[in-house]
């Protein structure tokens, strides 16, 4: 097996569970940088395609017509918590669009904020569309589509012109087509695209500094850049790692999480683009494993390694409310890529 | 890396996720029948020793004195649920004993049934002691402190007598002395032993088939063995794989969950013990690759297999209510076992 062991839960002291995986940093000219692991097999990137998911937001021009804002912006690319913030955000968003949460092809489910949830049902209240983390992206699908006046039906099947529009850009990030490597289907119901985890690298580094891509293109992913680092709390939400690590880097970080355990992270002054999967898919060793390589670029000062440490060393606590573990990057990992 | 791709999560028949991980097969004798990947690497075998640290209750006579029922039993044994059941049953047993919530050492959470935990919350109420899947085990080291008379202060320090004892037990099912082994904290505030997965496998073959055991502890065990077999829903809980397997083989298959990937199964009548460890401590694999062993050890009939179809090939279902993707045996293991 070609996988790094990039994350060890532990247990007072003892290795408890073990997370293997694969990572790369590439940069916007097409170069790998660096790399652990098996980086050429095919991944689902998911939702870390949702900022690249956004180009056609802007390009089309739908953006400008609609008016957006930062803040809707950073919801097409996000995938929320379901928070009351974001709710309100898509609900009203549609409402300017003239169409409602049934127009939404995500199902309805409860929000991921805990805390959210938690009062959600204490209120009597269900799960809806709106909560789903990915309908800011659906809502940025439909806004597109009334744009450009294509059918807003059946707009999350991979034959619709707006999937079809999204795979080309894709594409054009990601130097292959996508159209020729296995697909399968998201949780919100759209195309879920595979490519090898290196591609996934160099689509981010491209997503960092398009210089190399059309001038309309970069133009849009510049404008993303801006709406993300100035609304960070909508691309996830209050305590993730992703808008922490947006808010706390001002933007010199923009990460992204997909499910399944992918994460990845632009940085826009660097070109630099870094993909991780971990490879049994679990979330609570993506971060970790992002921030150590982000610490071993030098992209965090010592302050923002403060802000972050919650997500850098996690801790784990028990149901008395000790800690009896933590989260950290693999000791054999670390001592390679310190020494590198 | 030692470990076998046990695993594999596949989303429209391409492979998305893999869980690696050791598993082993054990008989009574203390021999290895079987194994795959690494059984010497230490495990934290968590919740899946409390068929065997039920065992003072009966031993000591605590169980005759409070006339526990086989619900009882079933429940010291379990990581239940936290349905109206378990908790009754936990609530009605600590009122015979003349105690309340406050004296169990596990904190308060919310019924890991989601069905039950949403009922609580639209209800205006909150997790608590009664709910936390170990209040069972907690309440039986209750009992037994009651019925030797030991100080229940502190019952959940590895220095009290009643952990001492309980080490003890664990040591000879498992064949080496578990004090000489690390030692964490679990999740309850118990202490949380280490042992190689090979004791672990052998630990639960001995508790499968408990012949070259003390006569007294035979005795326990069988009595064990028989509560469970009789109410199989208070060892864990409806829809749950250990519940639907001990309660599909009629007790020919105890099968028992720990945190963090690990699941063991005893299987009485063939004097058998299996233990699995993934590595990553994926819940949703452990079920899948128990129950790939148990249809190579031929100890699963049709009948029984079709009413654990949902456990042997779970699938993915989207929001949308699609299925998207299924959890699966990893082929590259199944040509192996089904080989052998």
Redesign the interface.
Known sequence: ?S?E?LVE?T????V?????GAAVVCDFKGNVVESWGDIES???PRSALKPMLAIHLVESGASDQYALSDAELSLACSSHQGEMMHQNLVASWLNRLGLTEEHL?????LPEHTESA?EL??S?QHGCRLH?NCSGKHTGFLTTALHLDITLDNYHLVEHPLQQLSLEILSDLAGINLKQY????????LP?P?MPLLQLGLATARFANPRELSDTRAQAIYRLHEAITNEPLYIAGHGSVVSELNEVTKGAVLAKTGA??VVTAALPERGLGIAVK?????SR?RSVALLAILDHLGALNDEEKQQLQTHIAPTIV?????T??EIRPAKSWLKKISSG
């Open positions: 097996m996988y062991l839960v247990r007072n002291s003892t408890e569970s073990r997370h293997y095919l991944v689902f092809a995500c199902g309805a489910v938690h049902l204490a009597g789903h296995p697909m399968g289907i998201d949780g919100c119901g879920a595979t399944e355990g971990i490879v049994d898919g679990s060793a028990n149901s008395r409310g000790l009896v573990g």
